[in-house]
């Protein structure tokens, strides 16, 4: 489904991937790992076509996404949900608006329809009750669980989460994770979830890719990555990890 080789980019004679290779099949889910500034940011972004390659291919569902026009960008957008780093509202808008903003920019569906998938979203977030409020009304677990609800509300095949639940205290963390988690059962998504929390993350995954030096320096089952011998590896997961995660 989401095939990236060879993938370089460098910003100012800096380079920052050296030729990342991943790919991810059709409903699987993926925890991309690394050291911060490593890249993670960068990687996901030439994956949702805002950001062009300067060697390499990324390749969503068959089509290579540099050689898209903007419509057939346009067309892949609509099939692919993205939730950025900070997790960001529209502060101007509700937290309703804000969800059925991509429906009455995207399609075509009465208001009557709109406004049911909204609040069906938006309960399955558990934010009902909440719709009313301003961004700045509600704490940032709730924003982030409002912007999660923006991006599932078209149905996406594809959903790109990065650091869902930075900022957030263990708990709501957690409580993000497993709503992904049961979003994926729900929709059964590609997924791509750059992710800092580890180990918790290994438990709604179905593999885990580990950036470091511009490449992908390891991947492979949550199960592999606990128990892996590599040395840097085993310094980023940290010692004493195996067995403190269920599947
Ligand atoms: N648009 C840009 N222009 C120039 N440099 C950039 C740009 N975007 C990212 N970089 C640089 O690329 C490197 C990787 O950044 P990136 O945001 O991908 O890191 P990250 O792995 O996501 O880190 P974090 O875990 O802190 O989010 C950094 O050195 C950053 O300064
Ligand atoms: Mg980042």
Known sequence: ??????????????????GVSLAINKGEV????????????????????????DRGRVIVDGREISTLNSRGLRELRARLGFLFQGGALFDSMTVFENVVFPLKEKT????????????????????????????????????KRAALARALVMDPEIMVFDEPTTGLD????????????ACHRRLSFTGLIVTHEIPK??????????????????????????????SVVREFVGEGTEGSFIR
Request: net charge neutral.
């Open 1 to 18: 489904m989401i095939e990236i080789e060879g993938l370089h980019k460098s910003f100012d004679g800096n380079e920052v991937l050296s």
């Open 30 to 53: 993926v925890a991309l790992i690394g050291g911060s500034g490593c890249g993670k940011s960068v990687l996901v972004k030439h994956v949702v076509g805002l950001m062009k390659p």
């Open 108 to 143: 075509k569906l009465s208001d009557e329809l709109i406004r049911t998938r909204a609040f069906k979203e938006l309960e399955l977030v558990g934010l009902s009750g909440s719709e009313h409020k301003y961004p700045s009304q509600i704490s940032g677990g709730m924003v």
């Open 170 to 181: 263990p708990v709501i963390g957690l409580a993000i994770l497993r709503l992904i988690d």
């Open 201 to 230: 993350v290994f438990s709604i995954v179905d593999r885990v890719a580990m950036l470091h030096k511009g490449i992908i320096w390891a991947e492979g089952s949550p199960q592999e990555f606990v128990s892996s011998k590599d």
